[in-house]
T-cell receptor
């Protein structure tokens, strides 16, 4: 819901521009990363993932870049549309307690203006 | 995601009451999770279950309990609700198809404890 994004960093872009959302992850041993999109009133939805043996992966209008040296992940959205307005979370997997648990970042709100 | 449903969607209760949140899935996944989400924070894991006989604590399990009644059902209970348990609660499911750990989220339950 709306309250999820109250204290989040916000990226404001014009419709049609490209958006870049950044994420710093914490565990140098993490080997799998996911970007999730959360629209108001809904649960997070998978956008794209990347393994640590890659540094770039492309989907439809989205690209994820991984820089393991500085533990940085980014999500690029091409030709941003009003429907892209949401909170975006990165998640890393770290092996703990016998399974690869997901560790979520705090999120970034993307606001697309006409 | 309609494959993962949560009931109720909204609940207001009073301090000290026992509350149960329910989650059902039709994805056939073995793994199920309960998370809470607070404003400005990412998702934090409460409990997870890898199959009907497996229950594990997450990072913030105090004050919560769970029950895995069947492969498709995983419920979360607050034995004696307190105001700082006011949050959005999400259920998620996953399997390890292709070695991925993509988690599919339900629509969430907004819980308010007065």
């Amino acid at each position: 819901g709306e309250s999820v994004g109250l204290h989040l960093p916000t990226l404001s872009v014009q419709e049609g521009d490209n958006s870049i959302i950044n994420c710093a992850y914490s565990n140098s041993a993490s080997d799998y990363f996911i970007w999730y999109k959360q629209e108001s009133g809904k649960g997070p939805q998978f956008i794209i993932d990347i393994r640590s043996n890659m540094d770039k992966r492309q989907g439809q209008r989205v690209t994820v870049l991984l820089n393991k040296t500085v533990k940085h992940l980014s999500l690029q959205i091409a030709a941003t549309q009003p429907g892209d307005s949401a909170v975006y979370f990165c998640a890393e997997t770290a092996f703990s307690g016998g399974y690869n648990k997901l560790i979520f970042g705090a999120g970034t709100r993307l606001a697309v203006h006409p | 995601d309609a494959d993962v449903t949560q009931t109720p969607r909204n609940r207001i209760t009073k301090t000290g009451k026992r509350i149960m949140l329910e989650c059902s899935q039709t994805k056939g996944h073995d793994r199920m999770y309960w998370y809470r989400q607070d404003p400005g924070l990412g998702l934090r894991l409460i409990y997870y279950s890898f199959d009907v006989k497996d229950i594990n604590k997450g990072e913030i399990s105090d004050g919560y309990s769970v029950s895995r009644q069947a492969q498709a059902k995983f419920s979360l209970s607050l034995e004696s609700a307190i105001p700082n348990q006011t949050a959005l609660y999400f259920c998620a499911t996953s399997d390890l198809t292709g070695g991925r750990n993509e988690q599919f989220f339900g629509p969430g339950t907004r819980l308010t404890v007065l």
